[in-house]
């Protein structure tokens, strides 16, 4: 099969390989925007309380001029706090004292949303908040607090009260380089949208989205050891960090046979990074093989990876990163390394050309620690990262 694509590629390349660069233009033009539009997310939620009339949005604290945070101890294993803060004693954190804090503790940075079932990126953007930690020393913590509770509105829908969890060391510190997580207030540089959790919604950057609650409106603070996340249900790993991996974009259906064609993807990297993403592609004819597994020692071949992009989407005003954003330079708005943890980048592969027939391709990242999609935790329910498969037809 070598040989067969191999001589397809002579055949339409011309001698020199100046066309290849072109190849790479057409991949940055074609692959979607960086940053998805708040309205472009895919929505993963067991309500939509953004969805009613304006006045009882307001009743629901759910406007930026109604909202209000209540951090309490759990009654059921109570942290000891100095200053409990909530609506009865009149002590509730509202949005002017969060745009308060905002003022001096407010940080950017870019993070793909990603529930932990799916095999796709919601969408990617750069998140705006306040640290979660300058909020919750205002209650005055003294002892007995291990964990972090917090839940989003419901109002009288018990079904839909949607709880998270942290160890209360992840929010008071942002250990192995990690961004704070944040009560986030903006996305993409406008007013987090109803749709997407606003007024405010918890961001943890290196989590799947579910422990990006929406709606906030409770923080418990709780001397249980013990996860309470509304994801144990449902089988779900609740310590679980974003992986790494990759998808097609675009792919065609059907090629022409023996002409080199290009292959576009995205890929997410996770807590161990996107070292390089690699595509194979298996002739059906040399006989079927499982839709899925790991395929250590098939013969994948490197692919490209796409360089930041210059342009980032219209998401922004000018397609520009606002500044100061982590992990950007404030001069030149351009990304220190790329990519950033926890965020989408894109990837190519120009295929030499396949023989006619029917042929299964796939691929996969391989990480900075050198392993291969879907190790090192290939369990579905820490996180989708099965190897993806596309038939393509050549004829
Ligand atoms: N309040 C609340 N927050 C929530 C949820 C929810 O149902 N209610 N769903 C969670 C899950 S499972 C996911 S994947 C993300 C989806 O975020 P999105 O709808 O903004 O894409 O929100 C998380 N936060
Ligand atoms: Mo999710």
Redesign the pocket.
Known sequence: MAALSLAGLRLSMPKDSSAKPDWRARAIKEVDPYLTPQED???????RPYLMPKDKLAAAGLTRDTWKLEIDADPDAPAKLGNPMTRELGTAFDFAALMELAKTKAVRYSKA?T?LNNNRI??SGIWEGVPLRDVLWMADPESRLRRVFYY??YGDQPR?K?ISSLPVGRVLEDAFGLPPVILCYKLNDQWLSGQ??GPVRVVVPEA???K????VTNIVLTNSPFGNDS?ARGNNDIDTHMKSFARFEGMPKKVAANEPFLIKGYAQAGVSGVEKVQVWSHNTADGDLPLHGRFVDAPWVDGELLPAPGHWGNAIADGKIPQPTRGFDPKTARPRKWPIDFTKLNWMFVHPGLPPGKHMIRCRTVDRLGHAQPMPRPFQKSGHAKIELRLVNAV
């Open positions: 997310f895919w929505e993963v939620t067991r309500s949303l529930c919601l969408g989003g509105y839909a949607f997407r959790g799947y989205a579910f990006s609650v929406k709606w994801y």
